[in-house]
C-alpha cells in the first residue's frame, strides 16, 4: 500500500513538473505579446561605449508592426537629421549634409548602426520567432532574482540572420532577459541584456537594451527607450521616401 | 713594351677584333641587366612606399596588428603632437600624414539617385596646403588625364578607369559611403577635379585620392590620422636604416603595453614587404652573380680558344729564342688591354641601353591585368654607382683568368720539338 501511495506521489510529481513546463512556441507568443504592438512610437538614446570614446545618440522612431519603421536622429550634431526608413526588405538612410538618400542593401547591411553593435541586418529581421526557429525549453535560470525559461531556438530557414539563439524569459511577465546569438559553428556572436522591464498600457516592457557584438571591441550599446507610445495613429507618409527629405 | 704590343693588337685584327666584340657584349650585357633588375626591383619598392607603406610608417600599435584593414577606428587620436615629435627625433626624414580608406562611391543621376556605384580604395593625403610635397611625391600633376589637381576643400581626384565606370567626368559629385573612425556610417560629397592615371592596375581600378581634411570631416576623424609615413631625404629605401630607425623609436614606449600607443615599422616589417625587400636584394645580387659567372665562362672560353688559335705563333717565337716567361707575360699583357678596351666600350653601350630603359621604359602594363600586389606598370632600369664597374668583373679578369690558363700551356712546350711540330 505505502509502495501505491509512493509511486503515484511520484507520477503526480512528473506530470505537474510536466504541466509547469510550458511549450516553448507558448512562451515565444506570449513574449511576442508584450513585444509586439500594432504600432509604437518612441524616442530613445544610444549609448556606445567604444574602447576610446563613448557617444549618446538620440532619436524618435515610429514603427507600425515589424515591417515598417523610420527613425529620425535628433543628437548629436553631426548625425542630427539623419533619416532611416525600413519598408518590409528595403532600407534606405537619408543624409541631410549630402542630401543624398542611399539605400541599403548587400553587404552594407552588415555595417553598424551609428557605430553601435547593432547591425542595420538585426534591424532588418523582422520575422516572428516562431516562423524562423524551432525552439525548445532546456531549463530554467535565476537572473537579477527573476526566474527564466531558458529557451534553446535552431534556425528552421535559411536564411536567418543567426544560426541558434539562447533566450532567457521572464516566468512571470515573459519578456526577455538576456539573449545569445550563435553562428552556424556555434561561435557566439552576439549578447543582449536587457532589464527596467516596466508596465506600458498593460503590456510589460523592457526600456533598457545592452547589445554586446562579441567580435567588436568597445563595452556595448545601451538603448534606452525613455518614452514610448502604443497604438497611435501615425500619418502614412512618414512611411514614404519623400518623409526622408522634409 | 707596351706600346708595341698595342701596335701588334691594332694591325693583327685577329688578335683583336673578335675578342673585343665577345668581351664588349658580355660586358654590355652585364651591365644591362644588373640595371634593369635594380630598376625592376626598387620601382616596385618605391611605388609601394610612396602610396602605401612609407620607408617607415608611424601609427597605433592596435592599427599596425590590423593594417591590411586599415582600422580608422584603431587611428593616432593626438596626430599634430606626433608628427611634431617626429620631426624633431628624425630630422633626416621627411613625415607625412595619411588616411588610408574604403568604402563605396555612388555617382548620383540628375534627380539624385544612383546612378552607379562601385567599390573604392581611398588615400587622404595632403594635397592642398602651400608646402605640400605629397603631389609630386606620388607624381600626381604628370598623372593626370583629365580635368585639374584639386584647388579647394570637397575636390577629389579619381582613377581614369574607375571614372569611366561610374561614368563621371571632372566638375561631377560623387558620394562617398564608409565608415566613420567610431563605425558609424559615413556619408559624404565629393566634387570629381580630375582623374588620373596612375600606371597601376591595382589603384587604377578604383583609387579616390583626397585632401586629407576633407577625409577627416568625412570619417569624423578631427586632428586623427591612420598613419604617418617617413621617407629618407635620399629617395631611396635603405632597410637597415629604416629597422634602426624604427627600434629606436619603439624602445621610447617599450614599457607600455597599451593598444593605442604609437609604434615604427620600417617598410621590410610591414605586411609582405619585408619577403620583397630581401627576395628583392636577394634577386637582384643572385641573377647579378649568376650573370657573371656566365659571362665570365663565355670569356674565359674566349681568352682559351684565343690562346690555342695561337699556338704556332708562340711555337714560332719559342723557336726564334723568347722566354717562355716572356711570351706569358706578353700574352696576359694583351689580355689585358683586350678586357680594358672591352670593358670600357661595353659598360659605356650597356650603361646607354640602360640609360634608355631608365628613361622611356618599357611598358608591361598588359602582364599586370588583375594584379592584387602594387606593381610598376613600366618597368625603368636603374643606373646605380655598382654599374659603372661592375662589367669589369667578367670584361676584365675573367679574360685575363682565361689567358692565364691557357698559357700555362707555353711552359709544357718542349723546345727540341718545336721545329718538328712547326713542320707539321
Known sequence: MKKKIIAIAWLTAICLAGMSQPDAEEILKKVEKNMSSDNRVFESSMTIRGNRTSRTITSRSFSVGNKKSFTEYLSPAREQGTKMLKLENQLWIYSPSTDRTIQISGHMLRQSVMGSDLSYEDMMDDRKLTDVYDAKVSGDELIDGRKTYILDLVAKVTDAAYHSRKMWIDTERFVPLKEELFARSGQLLKRTTLSDVKQIEGRWFPSTVVYKDILKQGEGTEFRITTIKFNQKIPEYIFTKAALKQ | ?424
Do not use: C
Open chain 2, 1 to 424: 713594351m707596351i706600346k708595341f704590343l698595342l701596335k701588334g693588337l691594332i694591325r693583327d685584327k685577329s688578335r683583336s677584333r673578335l675578342p673585343v666584340i665577345v668581351v664588349v657584349l658580355g660586358v654590355m650585357l652585364t651591365v644591362l641587366m644588373h640595371a634593369y633588375i635594380k630598376g625592376f626591383m626598387g620601382e616596385a619598392i618605391e611605388m609601394n612606399a610612396r602610396f602605401s607603406y612609407g620607408h617607415v610608417k608611424v601609427m597605433t600599435r592596435a592599427y599596425a596588428e590590423n593594417m591590411n584593414q586599415t582600422p580608422n577606428d584603431m587611428a593616432l587620436l593626438d596626430a599634430g603632437n606626433v608628427l611634431s615629435d617626429l620631426e624633431n627625433r628624425f630630422p633626416e626624414m621627411e613625415w607625412a600624414q595619411r588616411i588610408q580608406f574604403g568604402g563605396l562611391i555612388d555617382a548620383p543621376d540628375e534627380n539624385g539617385e544612383t546612378k552607379s556605384q562601385g567599390p573604392a580604395f581611398g588615400i587622404g593625403l595632403d594635397l592642398l596646403s602651400e608646402k605640400t610635397v605629397e603631389p609630386e611625391r606620388l607624381n600626381l600633376i604628370n598623372s593626370i588625364v583629365r580635368g585639374k589637381m584639386p584647388e579647394k576643400q570637397g575636390e577629389v581626384l579619381i582613377s581614369e578607369l574607375f571614372s569611366g565606370k561610374l561614368k563621371v567626368n571632372p566638375g561631377d559629385r560623387i558620394t562617398l559611403i564608409g565608415s566613420t573612425m567610431n563605425g558609424s556610417m559615413a556619408i559624404h560629397n565629393f566634387i570629381v577635379a580630375g582623374t588620373l592615371s596612375f600606371g597601376n592596375e591595382l589603384l587604377d581600378r578604383g583609387a579616390v585620392i583626397a585632401d586629407i581634411e576633407d577625409v577627416r570631416l568625412a570619417l569624423d576623424m578631427s586632428g586623427a590620422t591612420g598613419e604617418i609615413i617617413g621617407f629618407f631625404r635620399s629617395g631611396f629605401y635603405d632597410n637597415e636604416s629604416a629597422l634602426e630607425s624604427a627600434a629606436r623609436f619603439n624602445s621610447i614606449n617599450s614599457a607600455d603595453s597599451g593598444e593605442y600607443v604609437p609604434v615604427m615599422q620600417s617598410l621590410s616589417q610591414q605586411g609582405s614587404m619585408g619577403q620583397y625587400v630581401n627576395m628583392s636584394d636577394y634577386w637582384v645580387n643572385y641573377i647579378a652573380f649568376v650573370f657573371i659567372i656566365a659571362m665570365s665562362l663565355v670569356l674565359w672560353n674566349a681568352g682559351l680558344l684565343g690562346g690555342l688559335r695561337r699556338y704556332g705563333e708562340i711555337g714560332i717565337r719559342l723557336a726564334m729564342g723568347e722566354g717562355k716567361g716572356h711570351v706569358y707575360r706578353t700574352l696576359i699583357y694583351e689580355s689585358v688591354m683586350i678586357g680594358i678596351a672591352g670593358s670600357v666600350i661595353g659598360t659605356f653601350f650597356g650603361l646607354f641601353f640602360a640609360w634608355l630603359i631608365q628613361k622611356y621604359g618599357i611598358d608591361i602594363s598588359g602582364l599586370m591585368k588583375g594584379s592584387s600586389i602594387m606593381m610598376p606598370s613600366v618597368i625603368r632600369a636603374q643606373i646605380t654607382p655598382s654599374v659603372y664597374f661592375l662589367g669589369f668583373i667578367p670584361g676584365l679578369v675573367s679574360t685575363v683568368i682565361g689567358t692565364m690558363l691557357s698559357g700555362i700551356g707555353i711552359y709544357k712546350r718542349q723546345t727540341a720539338r718545336l721545329f718538328k711540330e712547326l713542320e707539321a
